[in-house]
């Protein structure tokens, strides 16, 4: 897993006053959430943060989930999508996709939840859904099953950041895993020590990304007969 070496939770230089814009705004909030965490969060603490009435905020954003969608843009923007590598087949820009979503997720663990309750409709958003589906559909595969794909490679990217969130941010410290050599210790115990958080994410999205077959039994597995679904597995599997 890659890091991003400058720390999150430290504000970005403001525009020179009086000129607040919404995209500072967002950066703002996600370095307020990043530090302090989304229950000590509110839009009055944004405003007084950046300098401004803390009314201010609400000239750019009606309320708090106007904002926490900016927050979401501003989080899809690190990905940095434009730069994936769309000249080659899909799965590699696909897979690109996800590692930089999981990187961008896990730098802001305490935004995860904020990125994950909410569809990001920025421009730069939808033309990368545009440019993977335009892609799939260039290799044979119908937009609504690309969509279907895609969907199931985004929920899976953020399900994982959201479940290493989760314990990095406490769940792990309420752990009753029972310690080794202990009477308790059994089987799972000792493979949860020989495992790490993240370790299985890359070989999932691996799996997802080709046990997707283009050819019909691929729509036949989701939507026909069911006794198509193991020809399809067992296709999937030679």
């Known amino acids: 897993m890659t890091a991003d070496p400058s720390p999150p939770g430290r504000l970005p230089k403001p525009p020179t006053r009086p000129t607040l814009t919404r995209e500072y705004l967002a950066a703002a909030a996600l370095a307020l959430i990043d530090t302090h965490g989304l229950r000590k969060f509110s839009m009055r603490k944004l405003g007084t943060a950046v300098g401004f009435d803390p009314m201010a905020v609400h000239r750019y954003y009606a309320d708090q989930e106007d904002l926490f969608g900016g927050v979401a843009e501003a989080m899809f923007a690190e990905i940095d999508a434009g730069t994936l590598p769309w000249d080659g087949p899909w799965r590699q820009p696909a897979r690109d996709y996800c590692l930089r979503l999981r990187?961008?997720?896990?730098?802001?663990?305490?935004?995860?939840?904020?990125?994950?309750?909410?569809?990001?409709?920025s421009p730069t958003s939808i033309d990368t859904g545009v440019k993977m589906l335009t892609k799939l559909r260039d290799d044979g595969i119908s937009p609504a099953q690309?969509?279907?794909?895609?969907?199931?490679?985004?929920?899976?990217?953020?399900?994982?950041a959201l479940?290493?969130?989760?314990?990095?941010?406490?769940?792990?410290?309420?752990?009753?895993?029972?310690?080794?050599?202990s009477p308790d210790y059994n089987l799972l115990a000792e493979a949860a020590d020989a495992t790490t958080l993240d370790d299985h994410f890359e070989a999932g999205l691996t799996a997802l990304l080709h046990g997707f077959d283009t050819s019909n039994g691929t729509e036949a597995a989701a939507h026909g007969d069911p006794s198509d679904v193991v020809k399809y597995r067992t296709k999937s599997t030679m």
Not at 147 to 155: G, Q, S, Y
């Open 146 to 160: 690309a969509l279907r794909l895609f969907r199931r490679l985004r929920e899976f990217t953020i399900g994982h």
């Open 103 to 121: 990187d961008t997720l896990l730098r802001h663990p305490r935004a995860v939840q904020v990125f994950a309750t909410r569809p990001v409709r």
């Open 163 to 181: 479940s290493i969130a989760t314990t990095t941010l406490g769940a792990g410290r309420r752990s009753r895993k029972p310690e080794r050599g």
